[in-house]
């Protein structure tokens, strides 16, 4: 069997390294692919940290996948050429956000003209900040789509009720962990150290793109709660932020709670992100609204690093005790829940057993298994 799938791989950033390229390793030791993405991505200026790193993934023997960077955000004649062109029966598309709905709804058009079962996996029901171009331009992509893949039974029943999708039509195949970040040993004290942290600091670490709907507002007011519980605990804030700073630095001199931060605002380097979460006690997932998985809580699962979430989307599936669920938006919730874990290392050693089962549970091979599964019963129909 021969597919072509659509999204991002390095160097271009998009969801490459934390979706597209596992997934295509793992598929293509499965079936053969020919992977489409981009050259260019997004014009520079909009895309905070830039929208490229490091170089172009060289993919083992093993991998039967044909890489070709083709698509370029502002040419047209690429994209019809490029899905004239398309191998296989089948179109995987990769739908995160609507910016790209021009390249892969032109993508999406050449697929159902030449006759090609076409299945999306859609990433965000809704984006993270929604607008009535998003509704309008996913509600096009899911008319293309034959099948579709989602993250959480949350997305399932949301591409019902906005959408109007038929539930058996929508497989729901959870966000692998990530494990890639995890290559080399290093050890809580190595990684403190490196930091410049001290041995008996409690921390806890927010990581990834800093956007309003991650509720890092929230989680400036519960670390005055949490000091004054904790005193030796410390908060470690690593991300882009893709919004305006000065609200969350008004903020903190306002809560008086700058000594208890470690502000690391700013593009995180791949080999920094093992380093921040081995020296970290707990990492807080604080969103204030989400509908799909995390990546920067599948990236802890792969660290075993004990996860403190907001009951909201697929993040109280990636963890197992109750005691690390939080209210969203409530400060005093999100305060007691990270006391808690940091107070008691019996629960985060079983926090981090949780998470080494899940990321079983989770693995790319698994992953891959009940896509390929989807493809064969979608062929075969």
């Known amino acids: 069997m021969r597919i072509t799938m659509v999204g991002t791989l390095p160097p271009v950033k998009g969801i490459s390294k934390n979706y597209c390229l596992p997934l295509a390793e793992a598929v293509s030791r499965l079936i053969d692919v020919d992977f489409l993405s981009f050259r260019r991505i997004y014009p520079e200026r909009l895309y905070p940290g830039g929208t490229r790193e490091g ?56 697929a159902k003209l030449r006759g090609m079962r076409v299945v999306l996996t859609v990433h965000n ?42 539930p058996e039509r929508v497989r729901v195949i959870p966000h692998g962990a990530l494990t890639s970040y995890d290559d080399a040993p290093l050890t809580r004290e190595e990684a403190r150290t490196q930091l410049g942290i001290p041995p008996d600091a409690e921390i806890a670490l927010f990581f990834g793109n800093i956007r309003p709907y991650k509720g890092l507002d929230a989680l400036l007011r519960a670390l005055k709660l949490v000091v004054a519980a904790r005193p030796n605990a410390k908060l470690i804030v690593a991300g882009t932020c893709w919004t305006d700073w000065g609200v969350y630095d008004r903020l903190i001199d306002e809560l008086e709670i700058r000594p208890w931060l470690d502000l690391r605002v700013g593009y995180v380097p791949t080999e920094q992100v093992k380093v921040l979460f081995r020296a970290s006690d707990v990492c807080v997932l604080p969103y204030a609204h989400f509908e799909s998985q995390s990546g920067p ?33 409530d400060d005093r919730s999100l305060a007691d829940a990270i006391v808690r874990c940091l107070a008691d290392p019996s629960l985060r050693e079983r926090m981090s057993a949780d998470a080494d089962a899940l990321k079983d549970e989770f693995s790319w091979t698994r992953i891959a298994e009940r896509t390929v599964t989807l493809y064969e019963e979608l062929l075969h129909a």
């Open 125 to 166: 029901v809704l984006g993270h900040e929604t607008n009535r171009i998003d509704h309008a331009l996913t509600r096009l992509a899911c008319a293309f789509a034959d099948r579709f893949i989602v993250h959480t039974e949350i997305n399932r029943r949301r591409l019902k009720e906005v959408f109007g999708i038929r």
């Open 297 to 329: 809580g599948n990236v802890a699962l792969a660290f075993g690093t004990p996860l403190v979430v907001t009951r909201t989307g697929g993040l109280p599936a990636l963890v197992r005790q109750p005691e690390a669920i939080a209210e969203p938006e």
């Open 55 to 110: 170089e172009p993934h060289v993919f083992d023997a093993a991998c039967r996948v044909r890489p070709r960077h083709r698509l370029d955000w502002f040419n047209p004649a690429g994209w019809a050429w490029s899905g004239l062109t398309m191998r296989g029966r089948l179109l995987h598309v990769h739908w995160w956000t609507y910016y790209l709905a021009p390249v892969e709804l032109t993508l999406l058009a050449c």
